[in-house]
């Protein structure tokens, strides 16, 4: 089946800096990569998602890039913000099935 | 429209019982899965339903099964419950490739 690794699986940044998280994944028949965010306490959201058949997508401060080759994809988020701390969960869909990493727990302080 | 909804949102259970949690998806979804959200572990998919058949199932014991109703609401239910069954169960309403969690059910197995 499907494997998602996610690194790092923590993260500390200032406000203001950037944010990386890098998933890879294993299936190549994956076509769906959605990021979740989680709060303490909290449900997954739905923050940003990028299909098989394109290579970036931007919405504000946050992005994601997919490469198909590498079957590397990554959030990346700018500006960050004490609200921004939190649980990310990448993951990669199959035939609806999703597959998550382990998370990351990202820390920005002010 | 009104969000996933899950029922109870807290359970208290000793090992050997039985437990069934409801889930009602957004409306007009037809499509609910339900994943085991654990520390250790995080978020693993236990199986997915779309009018009222099983389209997918993830790997747990048959001890763990579900169903879905006509108006597309889903139950899962554990039984001969044991220890490391203590987990948040999430169920998600999907809308194409979008999965969009409930708020889940907290289950302690003492």
């Known amino acids: 089946g499907e494997n998602v690794e996610q690194h790092p699986s923590t993260l500390s940044v200032q406000e203001g800096d950037s944010a990386v998280i890098k998933c890879t994944y294993s299936d190549s028949a994956s076509n769906y990569f959605p990021w979740y965010k989680q709060e303490l306490g909290k449900r997954p959201q739905l923050i940003i998602d990028?299909?098989?058949?394109?290579g970036e997508k931007k919405d504000q401060r946050i992005a994601v890039t997919l490469n198909k080759t590498a079957k590397h994809f990554s959030l990346h988020i700018t500006e960050t913000q004490p609200e921004d701390s939190a649980v990310y969960f990448c993951?990669?869909?199959?035939?609806?099935?999703?597959?998550f990493g382990k998370g990351t727990m990202l820390l920005v302080s002010p | 429209k009104a969000g996933v909804t899950q029922t109870p949102r807290y359970l208290i259970k000793t090992r050997g019982q039985q437990v069934t949690l409801s889930c009602s998806p957004i409306?007009?979804?037809?499509?609910v899965s339900w994943y085991q959200q654990t520390p250790g572990q995080g978020l693993q998919f236990l199986f997915e339903?779309?009018?009222?058949?099983?389209?997918n199932k993830g790997n747990f014991p048959g001890r763990f099964s579900g169903r879905q109703f006509s108006n597309s609401r889903s139950e899962m239910n554990v039984s001969t419950l044991e220890l490391g069954d203590s987990a948040l169960y999430l169920c998600a309403s999907k809308s194409d490739n979008e999965q969009f969690f409930g708020p889940g059910t907290r289950l302690t197995v003492l």
């Open positions: 339903y779309f009018s009222e058949t099983q389209r």
């Open positions: 409306s007009g979804h037809r499509s």
């Open positions: 993951a990669a869909s199959i035939k609806s099935t999703l597959t």
């Open positions: 990028i299909r098989s058949n394109v």
